[in-house]
């Protein structure tokens, strides 16, 4: 029998490893915290503040619609609510309340699922969408809470690999960097050739430094 999530190889009956129960049990307990967190990036660039209620309730628009989306309904509230829905259903017990905040209602439903997580990775048939779900969402989340820098694209790289084989990997220049580097290659080019990559005019061989 395999892992529903991962299908890695079972030693004995289950529905998720070891690794994946682990991994699932690590994002419920993070997520509601995430949530509170998601408050602090309402606006476009907004760092830290002194509190996520106060920013909530002071935040002028406009607003970042993906962190919105996101602590709304249909954003994390709605996966792990469905979820354990779903759970409580396997059990043969009754919908839980739904009562409260948003805030109050991400903890209780991640919650919910912590208490059972052992029977989930034992019996639970959903288990395995269940962890890809939620591994996806807490990577939603990550993305919103750290997101990468911004990068340019300046065309794609000019390197001679030999034999007339032109690298051509894609070119992206991370914020604030005075150089771009060929993650294919390794070749680097100074800002002075970005315009004429950009352009699909290759500097002849010897202008990437």
Same mark, same amino acid.
């Given at each position: 029998?395999?892992?529903?999530?991962?299908? #890695? *190889? &079972?030693?004995?009956? +289950?529905?998720?490893? !070891?690794?994946? @129960?682990? %991994?699932?049990?690590?994002?419920?307990? =993070?997520?509601?915290?995430?949530?509170?967190?998601?408050?602090?990036?309402?606006?476009?660039?907004?760092?830290?503040?002194?509190?996520?209620?106060?920013?909530?309730?002071? #935040? *002028? &628009?406009?607003?970042? +619609?993906?962190?919105? !989306?996101?602590? @709304?309904? %249909?954003?994390?509230?709605?996966?792990? =609510?469905?979820?354990?829905?779903?759970?409580?259903?396997?059990?043969?017990?009754?919908?839980?309340?739904?009562?409260?905040?948003?805030?109050?209602?991400?903890?209780?439903? #991640?919650?919910?699922?912590?208490?059972?997580?052992?029977?989930?990775?034992?019996?639970?048939?959903?288990?395995?969408?269940?962890?890809?779900?939620?591994?996806?969402?807490?990577?939603?989340?990550?993305?919103?809470?750290?997101?990468?820098?911004?990068?340019?694209?300046?065309?794609?790289?000019?390197?001679?690999?030999?034999?007339?084989?032109?690298?051509?990997?894609?070119?992206?220049?991370?914020?604030?960097?005075?150089?771009?580097?060929?993650?294919?290659?390794?070749?680097?080019?100074?800002?002075?050739?970005?315009?004429?990559?950009?352009?699909?005019?290759?500097?002849?061989?010897?202008?990437?430094?």
């Amino acid at each position: 029998m395999n892992c529903t999530a991962c299908t #890695a *190889p &079972l030693d004995a009956p +289950a529905q998720l490893c !070891d690794g994946c @129960a682990h %991994g699932l049990d690590a994002r419920l307990s =993070e997520l509601p915290a995430q949530y509170l967190l998601l408050a602090t990036h309402l606006r476009p660039g907004a760092g830290r503040s002194d509190g996520p209620v106060a920013l909530v309730r002071e #935040a *002028p &628009l406009p607003v970042r +619609a993906d962190v919105l !989306d996101m602590r @709304a309904a %249909g954003g994390m509230v709605t996966t792990l =609510e469905s979820w354990r829905d779903a759970m409580q259903e396997a059990r043969g017990w009754g919908r839980p309340a739904r009562t409260g905040s948003v805030e109050r209602r991400v903890l209780a439903a #991640a919650r919910g699922l912590k208490m059972n997580l052992d029977w989930i990775a034992a019996e639970f048939p959903g288990a395995g969408d269940m962890a890809r779900e939620i591994r996806h969402l807490a990577g939603q989340v990550r993305a919103l809470l750290d997101p990468a820098p911004p990068t340019l694209g300046v065309g794609t790289c000019a390197a001679d690999l030999g034999q007339g084989d032109i690298c051509d990997a894609p070119l992206r220049v991370p914020a604030g960097s005075a150089t771009v580097r060929c993650r294919r290659c390794g070749t680097e080019y100074p800002p002075s050739s970005w315009l004429t990559l950009a352009t699909g005019a290759w500097a002849p061989a010897g202008a990437a430094a």
